[in-house]
């Protein structure tokens, strides 16, 4: 329970009196925020619980003025000014069961000065687990629906969850048949079209933040479940992928606070889903899109940071799972955030950072598990003067396409041709080269959830152009984009290519964002997991210093950038 977890505590003669809303370049953030206080930098973001901290919550959220509520919290400063205070946005692995959902109630009740609005995503793998069904479905058989696997660990994830946190299971229980009704009717249509999909993945979410709000409800805690389709989060209709429509802001803001002030409570938004305008159905924001949810509200709200807890300390130098020696990155441009994301790494949704950077609203990455680590920092700028590399990505199984010009077109013809018919299938290119008559590039193949609609639309884009040039198309490519301080890209480069001679790697495409953040390199997927850990080991494992690597032997061997 909340008054018995034993966290540090940051000492309130810390406290300042000067108060700031606003982050600045990298340091130190909103005052009033506990772990902003003492100016230690980064400040863990944990404190001792105490039972009185827990009511004064609790009363916050029931009937007290908002002036009531942090008064004697934060040295003495009395905020009227807004409703809530941050976002707090628990990802899968932050809830994934009883237990977890118990330690983020414990989370957000350490902070009984805050007033969050949270966003959750579905418990643990359940989005996965509700694709399968829906994949497994469509061929089952109408009389096999209810007994497909996926559908009973779902089931039995969710009751035991109820159970053990001691909620009534009718905040849940009528999803679940409804997610089973579905089921059948999808066995008996033998079809999940993408719309269906997102409604039927809708479920995970809808499940998660009931159970979480009806607990808080039990700890005395008021708190209000949200959908958010219901609250104003309107998209386009791309489902599977939606978009994010500027109406949402106004509504999400009108809608949040309107209910905060006939009747104060924490908001348990769903993440990931919204409404579709045209058709009003829930739709989804493509994979990992609570984050973007929560950046949505932040900016909805003009609120003064967006915190997202995951299950690691943070934004780290490279995917864990592939360099287990990878280290949190303390600070983070938005620039760099969102290439980072939209480069594959899996811990942002690549859209999440739209949102906060055109708001200018920090972003915090923090660790659910580990909650006394200072994670990472996203904001408009850092100090770069000493940054070399920040982080390196790695995207695989990339379709690569060389398509050189048989010269029916003029230049501007060719590439003016050539990317109309990528924008004709609404198909994203990632990197690309150009020469006067030839283009290298990589498709983004996440825009499209089916794998038989890649193929078709793959073999209808080399149909179109080999009607103007000889096209190669190259599967099973990687790109490995290093996400940096492009400035030092001769530095980042040699460095890079030092690596790659000695292992012998060919680097089939290189190119440099015109964000000036990132270089991405094009190399075959069998090569890509070793070639990432050596390109780690270079330039974060290392005991030389920025200065010694500069010292790089030049042998005349360095491979030439074209
Ligand atoms: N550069 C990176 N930094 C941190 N985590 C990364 C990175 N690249 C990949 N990951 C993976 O992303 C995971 C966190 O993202 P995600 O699973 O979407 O979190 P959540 O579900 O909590 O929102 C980590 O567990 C880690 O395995
Ligand atoms: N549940 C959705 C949305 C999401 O954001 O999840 P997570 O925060 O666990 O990545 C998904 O799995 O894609």
Same mark, same amino acid.
């Given at each position: ?16 009196? *000067? ?12 005052? %009033? ?30 009937? /007290? ?27 899968? @692995? ?38 399968? *069904? ?8 109408? +009389? !096999? #629906?209810?007994?497909? =696997? ?5 089931? =039995?994830?969710?009751? &035991? ?17 409804? $997610? ?14 993408? &719309? ?16 979480? #709000?009806?607990?808080? !409800? ?22 599977? !992928? #939606? ?9 999400? *803001? ?26 009003? #159905?829930? +739709?989804?924001?493509? &994979?990992?899109?609570? =984050? ?7 900016? *909805? ?7 997202? %807890? ?5 934004v780290l130098t490279c995917d864990?799972?592939i360099c287990p020696q990878a280290k949190p990155v303390p600070y983070l441009t938005?620039d760099e955030?969102?290439e980072l994301?939209?480069f594959g790494a ?17 972003? &915090?990455?923090?660790? @659910? ?13 850092r100090d770069m003067s000493k940054a070399l590399l920040t982080s390196i990505v790695l995207k695989r199984?990339v379709?690569m396409?060389d ?27 990632d990197v690309v080269a150009t020469s006067e008559v030839s283009i290298s590039l990589t ?13 078709? /639309? $793959? ?12 096209? !190669?198309?190259l599967?099973?490519r990687s790109i490995i984009s290093l996400i940096g301080n492009v400035q030092k890209s001769s530095l980042i480069l040699e460095k890079a290519f030092h690596v790659l001679r000695t292992l012998g790697i060919t680097v089939q495409m290189i190119s440099q964002g015109a964000s000036k953040v990132n270089i991405s390199l094009v190399i075959n997927d069998s090569e890509a997991d070793q070639c990432v850990r050596a390109l780690h080991k270079a330039f974060f494992e290392s005991e030389l210093s920025e200065l010694e690597n500069e010292c790089i032997p030049r042998n005349g061997s360095v491979p030439a950038l074209s």
């Amino acid at each position: 329970m909340a008054s018995t977890m034993q966290l540090s505590w940051v000492s309130k003669s810390t406290v300042p009196v *000067a108060l700031s809303r606003r982050v600045c370049c990298q340091c130190q953030p909103p005052l %009033w925020l506990p772990w902003r206080i003492g100016f230690v930098t980064p400040v863990p973001l944990v404190r001792r619980v105490s039972s009185e901290r827990v009511a004064a919550l609790r009363v916050s959220c029931s009937k /007290e003025t908002e002036s009531d509520v942090v008064e004697g919290e934060s040295g003495g400063f009395a905020e009227t000014e807004m409703s809530y205070t941050c976002v707090m946005k628990f990802g899968g @692995s932050s809830v994934a069961n009883a237990e977890r959902m118990r330690e983020v109630a414990n989370l957000i009740l350490s902070f009984p000065e805050e007033r969050p609005i949270i966003v959750l995503s579905a418990m643990g793998k359940t989005t996965n687990m509700l694709l399968l *069904a829906g994949e497994k479905a469509v061929s089952c058989g109408v +009389t !096999n #629906a209810d007994s497909i =696997d996926e559908l009973n660990i779902i089931k =039995d994830l969710h009751l &035991r969850t109820v159970e053990q946190l001691g909620v009534d299971r009718n905040v849940i229980e009528k999803h679940l048949e409804e $997610l089973e009704q579905l089921l059948k009717g999808i066995a008996m249509m033998k079809e999940l079209t993408p &719309r269906t999909q997102d409604y039927l993945v809708s479920f995970g979410e809808c499940m998660s933040t009931r159970i979480f #709000a009806a607990y808080l !409800n039990t700890l005395g805690v008021k708190a209000r479940q949200y959908d958010a389709f219901e609250m104003g989060i309107i998209t386009t209709d791309d489902f599977t !992928n #939606a978009d994010i429509l500027e109406a949402t802001y106004p509504a999400v *803001a009108k809608r949040l606070h309107s209910d905060w002030v006939s009747d104060p409570a924490i908001p348990i938004v769903t993440g990931f889903l919204g409404k579709a305008r045209k058709s009003c #159905a829930v +739709t989804t924001l493509g &994979r990992g899109g609570s =984050d973007l949810t929560a950046t949505t509200i932040g900016k *909805a709200l003009g609120l003064p940071e967006i915190q997202v %807890w995951k299950d690691v300390d943070g934004v780290l130098t490279c995917d864990p799972n592939i360099c287990p020696q990878a280290k949190p990155v303390p600070y983070l441009t938005f620039d760099e955030a969102a290439e980072l994301a939209y480069f594959g790494a899996q811990v942002l949704h690549p859209q999440s950072m739209r949102p906060a950077r055109e708001s200018d609203i920090p972003v &915090r990455v923090k660790n @659910s598990y580990n909650p006394k680590a200072p994670g990472t920092l996203i904001a408009k700028t850092r100090d770069m003067s000493k940054a070399l590399l920040t982080s390196i990505v790695l995207k695989r199984n990339v379709t690569m396409l060389d398509i050189v010009s048989t010269r029916m077109l003029g230049q501007f013809g060719f590439l003016a041709k050539v990317f109309s018919i990528f924008e004709e299938l609404g198909i994203s290119v990632d990197v690309v080269a150009t020469s006067e008559v030839s283009i290298s590039l990589t498709l983004d193949p996440s825009k499209l959830w089916s794998r038989e609609l890649i193929q078709q /639309e $793959l073999d209808y884009v080399v149909e179109e152009l080999e009607k103007i040039a000889v096209v !190669n198309l190259l599967k099973t490519r990687s790109i490995i984009s290093l996400i940096g301080n492009v400035q030092k890209s001769s530095l980042i480069l040699e460095k890079a290519f030092h690596v790659l001679r000695t292992l012998g790697i060919t680097v089939q495409m290189i190119s440099q964002g015109a964000s000036k953040v990132n270089i991405s390199l094009v190399i075959n997927d069998s090569e890509a997991d070793q070639c990432v850990r050596a390109l780690h080991k270079a330039f974060f494992e290392s005991e030389l210093s920025e200065l010694e690597n500069e010292c790089i032997p030049r042998n005349g061997s360095v491979p030439a950038l074209s």
